[in-house]
Each structure stands twice: as C-alpha cells, then as structure tokens.
C-alpha cells in the first residue's frame, strides 16, 4: 500500500497551493501539532528612547498603576513584564542611534563600514545575527514547529534606504534584513501576487472553491475557521485599495527617504498588525518583528496634535515641558498599538489549540535607546506582553545594568534552544535572565 503525504492528500482532491499553509493547520484533518504547544515571539521597535518619568514604574513587584505611556497596557497588566535597568553593553564602531538599532536584537558590535553618524567612527552593518532569526532557524529545523515563512518582517514607515539606522534583523553577520512596508506587498507574500486585480480577486475565489470542497472531510469548526479567514482576505483587500486610493491626494514634504503617507501612518499599522494576526492563525510563521520608522525616526505625528519630528522633539532638554508631553504622547501611541496586537491575538482562538493566540505569543517592546536626549543605552525600554513564554507576568524587575544579551539568551532558551552564548560572549556571564 502507497502511503501518501498530508500535501499529496490534499493536492489529490484539487487543493490549491494557496490554500495549503492554512489548511494543514486544521485539527480534525489531523495535520495540526497536538502533541506540542504552539509559541511564537513578536518583537517592536520604536525609536528615539522614552521619557522615564512618564515610563517607568516607580518600584520593582506588582505592577499596581502604570505611567501615562503605558496606560494603554491597563487591560493586560496581569499579562505584562517591564524590564527595568538592562543596557546594550556594545560599544565600537557607529554612533548611539546606529548601535541601539544595530545591536539591539543581535548583541554584537558592528563591523567598520562608512556610514557616519553624528561625531563618532562611521560603521556598517552587524557582526552577527539577530536573535528573532536565531529562533526562527531552531524551529525551521523541527518538522513539526516548521512553518511557510519562519519569519515575517513588518515595518511601517521605514526609509528605502538601507542603512545602519534602518535595519534591525539579522540573518547573520553582514546580512540585514529589509522589512516589508507596504500592506499590499505583505497581503501579497502572504496570499499570493496577481498579476491585476482581477487575477487577485480570483485568488480569492479559488479559496471559496478550496473550502467548498472540504466541506465532506472536515468538521463545522473549521469550516468556520476556513470562512473567517476568507473574510478576512476580501476585507483586507478593500482596506488596502481604499488606502491606495486616499494615497494619491497631495501630500506634505516628508523626511527625505520616507515612502509612505506620514498621515497614514495609523491606517497602515492597524493594516499590519491585522495581517500579523491572520498570519498567526493560519500558522504562516511563529516569529514576527514590526519596525516603526527607524532609527532617528522624524514621523511627525499630526493625528496626536505634533507638527515637529520625532527625532527633533527627542533632542529637547528636560526643561521643555511641551517637548516632554509630546515625546510622552508619542510613546503612548506607540504603545496603544501594542495593545491593539496584543487585543487581536487575546480575542482570536487558537487553531487547533487552547486559549487565544496571546496566550501562546510573547509581545516584546523595544528601543533603541534609554532617553533621547542623552543617547543613553543604559535602561534601554524592554515591556513583554503575553504568555506564549510562561514567564512570571504582572510586574516590574528592576536590574542595575544586565547586559540585555542575558534577555536574548532567555527569549531562546524560552523556546527550548538552550545556547550558551548569544552576540558577544563578554555580556552573556551570568546566563539567561531568570524570568519564570
């Protein structure tokens, strides 16, 4: 007797490629991972350092009331941890920007290059890879925690050009990789590239086709689940051809390099995080970054009522109350899309599984600095949201100065990758940072 695999099943009844990814992840078809938990990992980048009067709790334990630029996170306080006193140790070539950005996910320096920044010595790219890379090839390696994509690269707002400020993901050293920006460009890695409209439209068509002839061979759960992803696609192709559409009025001069509508900037990252969440649920991959702007970041944020550049704004001295509102708001939006992830993921079931999708994901956000207007890489900002990795949640930890690569060490080993070292050696004494 030929025994066949799941996909040649699948194919045999007339399943299309696209289809496939979503549907091998349906429980009564027996394709889904019963015998191991699902767990993926988001990380966030926001630039230009917070303003920690308005950031930090002011004592390690409980978290009992957050500070205005986490009030968001008051639905999730017993399901978040904020990370008080870890500092990116790595210090060589490049200025505070291109370090916080270039070593804050890989923990090793950067290699001699010629992008200058500010007075110190010009840099290039990192020496080595990122740790949400790292853990995506652990679990590219295991069949059953493989997935289409590993990885997904989400950005909003990010230049075209690619620099040491633009670039925080790693595949290995000298290897950065460039986020996707563009809702229509990730619906269309996701869901497939037609060559017009109509082929796209007929995509999803193909998908109703799919589900129809699945119907005698799987249950009425997932039949429902097949149905919502299909809304979901039809809905978020009418979301990005109206946002196409509003895009073609005459915009403001922006910051050189800049791509996308400033003024967008809110529709496009619900787009995002929308199509991060659908990604999830059909398993597409189990780690995710989303970048906001980058590095010396100047998004100028007129929905909040701010006209100057974020960067700008950053470079203000204490003394500036109006700078140190704005700086507050800005942060404070930033972290309401947080939420906004962390409330898709707690209200979509797992396929397949138990709980929601947040109950298996951690939400981690992130900096490239401490404080702006210092350029400190000491108390870089570290808020995880979620329980996708069991650590001990609804509080505070306070540390005096931990190299962060000891968090990094912890986010793989949380994934059962128990390395010994992540980045530089020197900052990894001590081990993992005990979070459970």
């Known amino acids: 007797m030929t025994c ?5 099943f699948l194919r045999d009844l007339g ?15 027996g394709f889904a991972n019963q015998q191991k938990r699902k767990q993926r990992i988001v990380f966030m980048f926001s630039p230009n350092g917070v303003v920690p009067w308005n950031f930090w709790p002011d004592e390690a334990g409980p978290l009992t009331q957050l500070k205005e630029s986490l009030k968001p996170l008051e639905p999730f306080k017993d399901r978040t941890l904020i990370l008080h006193g870890l500092s990116d140790r790595i210090r060589g070539d490049g200025d505070g920007h291109m370090r916080g950005i270039g070593c804050l996910l890989t923990g090793i320096e950067l290699f001699p290059g010629n992008i200058q920044g500010g007075s110190d010595t010009p840099a290039g790219w990192s020496k080595g890879i990122s740790i949400d890379q790292e853990i995506k090839n652990f679990l590219q390696k295991d069949p059953p925690t493989r997935t289409r994509f590993g990885s997904l690269e989400f950005g909003v707002l990010v230049p075209e050009r690619a620099d040491t400020w633009t670039r925080w993901v790693y595949a290995g050293p000298n290897k950065p990789v460039a986020p996707i920006d563009d809702p229509q460009q990730m619906f269309n890695k996701l869901y497939g ?9 007929s995509v999803l068509d193909d998908v109703q086709e799919d589900l129809n002839k699945l119907q005698q061979v799987v249950g009425s759960e997932d039949r429902r689940l097949l149905e919502e992803h299909a809304t979901f696609v039809r809905e978020m192709e009418r979301e990005l051809r109206q946002t196409a559409a509003e895009s073609q009025h005459p915009v403001p001069q922006l910051e050189p390099g800049l791509r996308r509508d400033n003024d967008l900037m809110p529709k496009i990252s619900k787009q995002m995080i929308d199509l991060m969440v659908a990604a999830f649920q059909a398993d597409f991959a189990r780690v995710a970054t989303i970048q906001y702007t980058n590095s010396v970041g100047m998004a100028r944020m007129r929905w909040l009522g701010i006209t100057e550049g974020h960067h700008t704004l950053s470079h203000e001295p204490d003394s500036n109350k109006k700078a140190q509102e704005e700086l507050t708001a800005i942060n404070k939006w ?4 947080l939420a906004y992830l962390a409330k898709r993921l707690a209200e979509t079931p797992e396929p397949g599984g138990h709980g929601s999708l ?7 956000w992130t900096n490239e600095l401490g404080k702006g207007n210092s350029h400190t890489l000491d108390n870089i900002p570290f808020v995880l949201v979620g329980n996708g990795l069991d650590f001990k949640m609804g509080r505070c930890i306070k540390y005096k100065r931990e190299p962060h690569n000891r968090l990094l ?3 793989a080993h949380a994934f059962g990758h128990h390395i010994k070292t992540f980045g530089n050696p020197a900052f990894c004494g001590g081990g993992p940072l005990t979070l459970t």
């Open 409 to 411: 060490m912890a986010l």
């Open 4 to 8: 066949r695999s799941r996909r040649e």
């Open 358 to 364: 947040l109950d298996n994901t951690l939400l981690i």
């Open 334 to 337: 930033f972290c309401e899309q």
């Open 193 to 201: 590239r037609g060559k017009d409209q109509a082929l796209l439209r």
């Open 15 to 29: 399943i299309s490629s696209l289809a496939l990814p979503f549907v091998l992840n349906l429980p009564s078809l």
